[in-house]
């Protein structure tokens, strides 16, 4: 069985459709692409499935559980979490705080054991040496790694990344990914979501294609690349 | 816990004990003006740990004195309980409509949730008022019971020094993060699993428990009160601006803040009759343009103590 | 009965209307610049009472007094934003809170002092005349006020929407590094703004004193009223002023019909919280949600 | 470290605060008094007036050489706030920093409360002129005294002078704000009219706070009463005339329990002030006279030369009250610095004391409310404060019923 199964999630704002019916499926170890233009309905669907939206219908189902209308939280505990798209660190308080706060929460741990942690795994994604410094005075770059350490630090099986590259330079993105592979070779199911096709189609196993709402590709990143309707959606229909 | 988070531990029961001790050797007006300055610091202490650690400004804080002191004040009069008995009770009593009032609240934001709870605040003393059957209405009630004057100073003592010391304890666990990570986005926080709504009502309703408690003793001290006296709005402002003054969010900038605005105006209300209230004015706009980050946080700043902890 | 019940709402619409004419200018200063003014009804207070003293000292009618306190309140809004307000614009709303309310301590207090803790009214040929018809009395000075704030929020809408200055306060009020990128000038925005709703807060503040007591403690309550009345329209959006207003005059006045003057108290403010729960965006949904 | 650094900063404070306030010296052929009074607040009004009454009492005194002819006042007056918990720190304040020898009372029931507890509390007796509430003597309090009738008794001419005009009324109805001295108001009003025979037809009492009267007097309007009778302090009675000729409401009599026998009232209102009626314990042209300031009419003379104005009768009522005080000072031949067992015999001997002042009799017997105290009605006629209850002193016959509106 899979780990994450959405089935047909409908979701509306007002008389815009974001999401007409769209099934998502995530194997346990696996790495999941979404790709989409912009305004197609993957943070949508991300927030459908952390219990941010509730869907108008459809059901989303984790490690066998139906989760569909749970607050995020109860969701992040149950081993589903998501990076936002636009980082929200807790700017008020230090990097090791940030960490601190999704070991205390989301894995239950009691404050001792949460700051070794913490400090372990800023250690992996390279922020060790910003441990002590305010959120709000680090890079964009280190603030994405932030973001995604916090929710290591709640101990997921599965990790949503909504738009984890964005802005960041090549190099920064090749370490981003090398720290993804990493991540997945440990055992964590991911799913990224970019709009920047070169980044997911290099590490994802799978991808799936987001066009207004609907599921219009999906399949290995090689077949996904080819599929007519997946460039037509990219790039307009003159390229078709 | 830390080294220095123990000492400032150790530190603070000092000056409780001090405190304490002090009755045997002060002079007795100070000892009615730090009565009533371990009841403020008790009032601002609950407010700050609600809203000064969520950003949540509640301008309805005055119910729960009111609440309690009638519920103390009735129970009192009609049940004939002894004073002492009805104290929990009336934190109890505020606790309770603190439940049922903040579930639905505290999902609003912002100048919402201040004037939700406000209105709330409001609309309560009117039933008081109007329900004369049981609360005599407009005309107030004369509260059977007293405790000694020093016993007061005592509880207020106990209960203020209590009030700091939860807010250090929450200030350095768990609860204090969970906290404070609402304060700085409610929405990352249940992204990585805070309950925010759980906590933030836990918190309320502990925050209403002990104003509730703070006002049944203050309304028998004065032995007497009608309704715009113990849900007066002036109440919840003089929480809010010590809090301030003083420094949100931290633990001692109730005590501080409170301090500083007793002090201040007995000091001067006692020199410039006419002119204090201005020069108060002055004071709270001066602390705002330049000390922005209230007493205890522009101090720290000026002195630069480094507010960072070890990792 | 039908006639006490057309009567109250008659009252309640006027009473909205000058609810209406105090709040739009706490509207317009939450709505632009994220300020909260506590000092509000203090400059309602100032308004009446230069109304009062050129109406006792110089023999003035209220109406023609309405100018000096439009110019008398601008300059000090003007000033009081220029010296302190514009440390707390982008600040946390609680320090606006705060600082206003300071601000609220020094004028009622120095007004105490100049002027007495009496309160005053005017009292002039006209006070209290009414038409009257089918039983029902409106009195004169109150439906020339529900008028003037008529004439004021829709003033207001257009000037926002509709002027040079109206787009440089809306940009701003959307986007205040956009605004200052695109070569407007913030802070004089920001002054004139304060300016702006300090000067039809002292108008309502003139007219009130011709139909109300006032005295230099009276600012507070003012605050708060205008506070909820712009909570209930939508917090920023100029017509709510008038729509929470009405709504809060109506209920108020028709509960205090049906029940007793508290019990409508109780009722308008439970309503005013359960509409809070419903709509948080004011009742047109039009309001800044935070 | 923080916390330590900021616990010093703190204490220090605490500390300059603390030795800054260090008490003053006192020279010993003065007597000191001390009052917590509201000048802020929703009474600061009414505070200002009490506190002027005892100012013309100490300066009068002080000009004769003080009490007893040798021993001068000085008076330490703290503003309350209007609020209970400030009214009874400072009594407090006064008693135990500044060590004064007597207190005088404040004004307002919840403050006069707090604070005369805790004078109680203190064995000083505390002589108010500015509070009326029954609650006040329902504590067994020892040392406190009121130079005012009951609220209850207060309103009784305001009923009464209506059972001698013609044509006599038959219904009332009555209105009140919900604060303890207006709402007993009220009720002594509805006992008085039960008991002369008029039919209560409306009874309301309304949030202080209201501004807007003209839906909550509609209701009383539709009754058609006779007369209308309100509990009220100054603004709420000038908010019951505007809003009465704002809806046309014109019963053939209106009285109020406080207001319009503050100048500001006819002042602000002018014509419209004309023809109200006002409960009240004194007016000048009563028949009463006494030690200090002589007659009722001397006494206002004398105001009117200091503060350009006609004193109110809370004014009266709390100079009398000071002047009571000093007499039994005098008669007990107290000295400065006034010991603790000087004040037991003073309060002891105001139990007992039965004495004719410019303000009338005041004898406080045992529950410590002025029992010998007769109310007094009046009304505005030609902007004039005139008595016209009871009828032996009244100046003239009371108008009734009043002529419309347009026709003041």
């Known amino acids: 069985m899979s780990l994450l199964e959405a089935r047909g999630i409908h979701k509306s ?18 790495i999941l692409g979404v790709i989409g233009p912009n305004g197609s309905g993957k943070t949508t669907l991300f927030n459908c499935m952390t219990g941010i939206l509730r869907p108008d219908s459809g059901r989303v189902v984790f490690g066998g559980r139906d989760i569909t209308g749970w607050p995020t939280h109860r969701i992040c505990r149950a081993g589903l979490v998501k990076t936002s798209q636009i980082v929200r660190p807790f700017l008020g308080m230090s990097v090791l705080e940030n960490v ?108 799936m294609v987001l066009d207004y709402g609907q599921k219009i590709a999906e399949g290995p990143p090689a077949q996904v690349v080819a599929d007519r309707r997946v460039i037509e959606a990219f790039l307009g229909e003159e390229y078709a | 816990m830390s080294g220095g988070g123990r000492r400032s531990l150790y530190l603070g029961l000092a000056a409780v004990a001090a405190m304490a001790w002090l009755p045997a050797a002060g002079p007795a007006y100070y000892l009615q003006l730090l009565t009533i300055i371990f009841y403020w610091i008790g009032l601002a202490a609950c407010w700050n740990l609600m809203c000064g650690y969520t950003g949540y400004i509640d301008f309805g804080s005055a119910a729960y004195t009111g609440i309690g002191a009638y519920v103390a004040g009735l129970l009192m009069l009609r049940l004939g309980l002894p004073l002492l008995a009805t104290i929990p009770l009336a934190g109890l009593g505020a606790g309770l409509v603190a439940l049922a009032v903040g579930w639905p609240t505290l999902r609003l934001r912002g100048a919402y949730f201040a004037i939700a709870t406000f209105a709330l605040a409001e609309a309560l003393m009117r039933v008081c008022e109007e329900w004369s059957g049981l609360t005599e209405g407009g005309v107030g009630i004369t509260i059977p019971q007293r405790l000694a004057e020093l016993s007061y100073y005592w509880l207020y003592l106990g209960l203020a020094g209590l009030l700091v010391g939860v807010t250090w304890w929450v200030e350095h666990h768990k609860h204090g993060y969970g906290l404070k990570a609402i304060h700085q986005d409610e929405q990352a926080a249940a992204q990585v699993g805070v309950d925010t709504h759980l906590i933030k009502l836990q918190t309320y309703v502990t925050s209403a428990f002990f104003i509730g408690m703070l006002g049944a003793l203050e309304g028998s001290r004065l032995g007497y009160f009608k309704p715009d006296d113990v849900f007066n709005v002036h109440i919840t402002i003089k929480m809010v601006i010590m809090s301030l003054l003083g420094g949100m969010g931290t633990v001692l900038g109730p005590v501080i803040g409170a301090s500083f605005l007793q002090l201040v105006e007995d000091f001067l209300g006692a020199r410039f009759l006419n002119y204090y209230l201005v020069i108060i004015g002055a004071i709270i706009v001066g602390v705002i343009v330049f000390l922005p980050r209230g007493i205890t946080g522009s101090l720290r700043q000026r002195l630069r103590i480094r507010p960072g902890r070890r990792p | 009965m039908s006639t006490l019940i057309i009567q109250s709402l008659i009252n309640g619409v006027l009473m909205g209307g000058i609810y209406a004419l105090y709040s739009a200018g706490f509207s317009l200063i939450f709505g632009v610049m994220g300020v909260v003014n506590i000092a509000h009804g203090d400059l309602l207070m100032l308004g009446a009472f230069l109304t009062y003293w050129m109406f006792v000292g110089l023999g003035l009618d209220p109406f023609l007094t309405l100018p000096f306190s439009l110019l008398g309140l601008f300059a000090l809004g003007y000033l009081m934003q220029r010296l302190a307000i514009k440390r707390v614009v982008g600040a946390p709303p609680i320090m606006s809170y705060i600082l206003t309310f300071g601000m609220h301590l020094m004028i009622s207090n120095l007004a105490l002092v100049a002027w007495t803790a009496d309160p005053r009214t005017v009292t002039t040929a006209y006070s209290g005349a009414h038409l009257a018809f089918w039983g029902l009395t409106v009195p004169w000075i109150k439906l020339i006020t529900f008028l003037i704030s008529l004439g004021v929020v829709g003033a207001l809408y257009l000037l926002l929407h509709h002027s040079q200055m109206g787009r440089a306060i809306q940009a701003t009020s959307q986007d205040r590094e956009m605004a200052r990128l695109s070569g407007i000038k913030v802070d004089r925005v920001y002054a004139l703004t304060f300016g702006l709703g300090a000067a039809i807060t002292g108008l309502a503040g003139s007219l009130v004193v011709s139909f109300r007591d006032v005295d230099p403690g009276m600012g507070l309550p003012y605050t708060i009223i205008a506070f909820c009345v712009v909570v209930l329209g939508g ?55 935070e | 470290m923080k916390f330590r650094r900021a616990g010093i900063i703190l204490l220090t404070l605490a500390l300059a605060l603390t030795l800054g306030l260090a008490a003053p010296g006192m020279a010993a052929q003065e007597f000191t008094f001390g009052c917590a009074v509201p000048l802020s607040g929703l009474f600061g009004k009414d505070g200002q007036l009490v506190r002027d009454a005892y100012t013309f009492w100490m300066e009068t005194i002080n000009a004769r050489g003080g009490i007893a002819g040798k021993y001068k006042v000085r008076i330490i007056f703290y503003d309350d706030q209007s609020d209970p918990q400030t009214s009874a720190k ?138 209308l009778l309100v509990g009220s302090h100054l603004a709420v009675a000038m908010r019951v005339v505007k809003a009465m000729k704002e809806i046309d409401f014109n019963p053939k009599g209106v009285a109020f329990s406080y207001g319009p026998t503050v100048p500001a009232f006819v002042q602000g209102l002018k014509a419209d002030a004309n023809y109200v009626f006002a409960a009240s314990e004194w007016t000048p042209n009563l028949p009463y006279k006494g030690p200090v300031f002589g007659s009722a009419r001397q006494f206002n003379q004398a105001y009117r030369q200091r503060f350009r104005r006609s004193p109110d009768y809370v004014e009266a009522a709390s100079t009398a009250a000071a002047v009571v005080q000093q007499v039994a000072m005098e008669q007990l031949g107290l000295k400065p610095r006034v010991t603790a067992a000087d004040r037991v015999r003073l309060m002891e001997k105001l139990h007992q004391i039965d004495l004719m002042t410019f303000y009338g009799p005041i004898h406080f017997g045992k529950s410590g409310a002025n029992r010998e105290h007769p109310p007094v009605a009046v009304q505005v006629q030609n902007g004039q404060l005139i008595n016209v209850y009871p009828a032996k002193w009244a100046e003239k016959p009371p108008i009734y019923p009043t002529p419309a509106w347009n026709k003041r």
């Open chain 3, 235 to 289: 917090m920023g959006y100029m017509p709510g002023a008038l729509i929470g207003g009405l709504i809060l005059g109506v209920v108020g006045s028709v509960c205090t019909m049906i029940f007793t003057p508290g019990w409508s108290i109780a009722i308008t403010f439970f309503l005013l919280y359960l509409m809070l729960l419903w709509r948080p965006a004011g009742i047109m949904g039009k309001g800044i949600v």
């Open chain 1, 13 to 30: 704002f007002g008389a815009l459709q974001a999401l007409g019916g769209v099934d998502l499926c995530l194997e346990r170890g696996e």
């Open chain 4, 90 to 227: 400072l009594v407090e304040r006064l008693v135990t920093q500044d060590k004064v020898d007597l207190l005088l009372g404040g004004f307002g029931s919840s403050q006069v409360m707090a604070a005369s507890a805790a004078a109680e509390r203190h064995k000083f007796p505390y002589l108010s002129g500015g509070a009326s509430s029954n609650k006040l003597y329902e504590r067994g309090a020892r040392y406190y005294f009121g130079t005012l009738g009951k609220a209850t008794e207060e309103v009784r001419g305001c009923v009464d002078v209506f059972t001698s005009v013609t044509p006599r009324p038959k219904t009332v109805a009555i209105v009140g704000a919900n604060i303890p001295f207006t709402a007993e108001s009220c009720k002594g009003y509805k006992l008085y009219a039960e008991k002369y025979g008029f039919k209560v037809v409306h009874y309301e009492l309304f949030p202080i706070s209201l501004k807007d009267y003209n839906t909550m007097l509609l209701k009383a309007k539709a009754k058609k009463p006779d007369v």
């Open chain 1, 100 to 207: 601190l706060v999704g070991g205390l929460y989301g894995k239950g741990l009691l404050l001792k054991r949460a700051r070794a942690q913490a400090l372990e795994i800023l250690e992996q994604v390279g922020l060790a040496e910003a441990a002590a410094q305010p959120a709000g005075s680090i890079t964009v770059a280190m603030r994405r790694r932030l973001e995604l350490a916090r929710c290591l630090a709640t101990g997921p099986q599965a990790i949503l990344l909504d738009e984890n590259l964005a802005g960041l330079t090549p190099v920064e993105i090749a370490e981003s990914l090398a720290l993804l592979r990493s991540l997945n070779a440990q055992g964590l199911s991911l799913v990224v979501v970019e709009h920047v096709m070169q980044a997911v189609m290099g590490v994802s196993q799978r991808v």
